[in-house]
């Protein structure tokens, strides 16, 4: 392998993790300790509850008292599941249920992991419009928190949603769509486990396709100069600006009918980052820039073909925390050169890449893109366990002065006045949340702040 491959490789490596969530218990019996995929989130329930069919969780609801929440693939950073109650774990009900040829539709139990499905739905000539970059989430907790990958013509997962099945705490039984229930079908969709449990989801998909993905490097600022422009022109295309530096990784990603090149990465590739991530932490941050400079002029273009399940999504071995906020489209460029500015002027010592990109609006409740905007979604990470708080804390309020919305998996510190300022439907969905759940049994904590109610 060339230097120039392995340095290529090695600065997308930064890009790439995987993650895990525990064991279920029966009720009654002391749960262990529960953490989260970076290990900044930790729980300790009274149990865990993991249902063999959707009729035993109804079951469960209906019999008994106290908090709940789910837990999916614990890669959410903030704190929604903890809970001094039970958690209900939904690795039991995963897999294909139905699917319909003609619609381009396909139901899949609400516990799959978006990584189990790709390949079933190319056996049966379908695949998703899109997918975020990390596929360990299950479906229920990627939609749940309105998870979204890269794309001005792509809403996030849950705007793809044409059907799902909500158990509420009571143990009533929804099937909801927009023609049956609209209201509570739309906050559903992003409904942060507050609402019951999403047991089955339907998705709206496509037939299945290739993608080739072409990555380079090239300056910032030339880059968003000619972002609009290279966003009209691809399928998806997204940044990953190099913090103390002038560069950027760019991706573009188009539909192709090229033969499949995609070599898995070798080991030695995967390990290249770390050590590369270790030798930069090494220097200064203010003496930083000469040398990723150096580093990224050495980077040559690289170009991938797959399916698209396996273009779309990649694997993350470097565990990390992270924020991301999604701006209103216009104030994107604004935002993300004033957060880069701040990190070069404050010398904050980090080394992660920044990630922007652009994702279509919807008409979900409580998706950071709902209404009638495009957004600019901008993520900054700090590697785990490193204290992400002081680096977040500067970076924070850049976002909130451009009309940010945060990512609801993702660190932010915004409660429900401030929220109820940046989502038109808050309202509609709190009241639909008190009409399910009065007894507050899917709340905590976290989610009490964020709806405002007592506890």
Known sequence: MTRRKFLASSVLAALYGVSGAGAAQRPGQQATPWRNWSGSVVANPAGRFSPSSEHQLADFLASTHGQLRPVGAGHSFTPLVPTE????VLDQLTGLLSYDSSANTACFAAGTRLSDMGAPLARIGQAAINLPDIDRQTLAGATSTATHGTGIDFKCLSGYVTELRLITPSGEVHDLTNSSEPGMFDAARVGLGALGIVTRITMQNTAR???????WVDKTSDLLKDFDRQVSTHRHFELFPLVHSEYSMALATDETDEPINNPP????EEAGF???MQGWMKVPPGVRGPLVNALAEQIEPSERVDESYKILTNVRNTRFNEMEYSVPLHNGAACLQEILETIKEQKIDVVFPLEYRYVSRDDTMLSMSSGD???AAISVH????EDYRPYFDVIEPIFWKYGGRPHWG???HLGALQLSQLYPRFEEFRSIRQQLDPQGRMLNAHLRKIFGVDG
Do not use: F, M, N
């Open 85 to 88: 109650g039970h958690l209900l």
């Open 209 to 215: 396709y290739r993608l080739k993905q072409t990555t």
């Open 373 to 375: 905007e495009d957004h």
């Open 274 to 276: 770390d050590l590369i």
């Open 382 to 385: 700090r590697v785990a366990p």
């Open 410 to 412: 993702k660190i932010h």
């Open 265 to 268: 990465q070798s080991p030695e």
